[in-house]
């Protein structure tokens, strides 16, 4: 079975401060990787996403994410981050279908 | 624009009442999705149709009921048998085939009382 943990709820980090939201999933093979953002009472924003090939992927609004195989991992980053930026982050997976993860809450201190 | 509307955006009903969500796309994707989202538990899949006339359950598709009569819309019933059926609700689709990436729309929050 397919399944995604993101082990911080919450992360909250300076203005400028660069970050790194962890993504971990368990699935029988490479799946296909998200990384999706969401505002208060919004719906869903893909950032980016990893198929296959080069395993660092670069998405909108400066972000991007590595695929680790050996971690089964694919963790989101961002050198400076921008206080618009506050906002959910979900991982999710598709292998036999898509199954996201719990979500991380990002806040932004001025 | 192409997009995925999603309407209303607030819906308040009584317990005990039937409720459809209603969800149009201008994608001329053929899957379409519904999830369900609470506070700390991400995005759970209640239905999903890859082609016009054919869906299949998700892994909360109990007290739900969908169909696809049309390629452009998938709405969603939420029957009086879902025990706890205030939650954000929200509707994605994709192109379909070897194209995984999903388009969400701006969800509706179904509050029943």
């Known amino acids: 079975a397919q399944s995604v943990t993101q082990p911080d709820i919450h992360i909250t980090v300076s203005e400028g401060a660069s970050l790194e939201l962890r993504c971990n999933y368990s699935y029988g093979a490479t799946p296909y990787l998200f990384w999706y953002v969401q505002s208060p009472g919004q719906g869903l924003q893909l950032l980016l996403k990893?198929?296959?090939?080069?395993?660092l992927v670069q998405g909108i609004k400066g972000f991007e994410a590595e695929f680790k195989r050996s971690q089964s991992s694919f963790n989101l980053r961002k050198p400076s981050v921008h206080w618009s930026d506050a906002a959910e982050y979900f991982c999710?997976?598709?292998?036999?279908?898509?199954?996201f993860g719990p979500g991380t809450r990002l806040s932004v201190l001025p | 624009d192409g997009g995925i509307t999603q309407s209303p955006k607030y819906l308040f009903r009584k317990e005990g009442q039937n409720v459809t969500l209603s969800c149009e796309q201008n994608l001329n994707h053929d899957a379409m999705y519904w999830y369900r989202q609470d506070p700390g538990q991400g995005l759970r899949l209640i239905y999903y149709s890859q082609i016009v006339n054919d869906f299949q359950k998700g892994d909360i598709a109990e007290g739900y009921s969908v169909s696809r009569e049309k390629k452009e819309s998938f709405p969603l019933t939420v029957t009086s048998a879902q025990t706890n059926p205030t939650a954000f609700y929200l509707c994605a689709s994709r192109i379909g085939g070897n194209s995984y990436e999903q388009y969400f729309g701006p969800g509706t929050r179904l509050t029943v009382t």
């Open positions: 990893y198929f296959s090939g080069d395993t």
């Open positions: 999710a997976v598709y292998g036999q279908n898509f199954v």
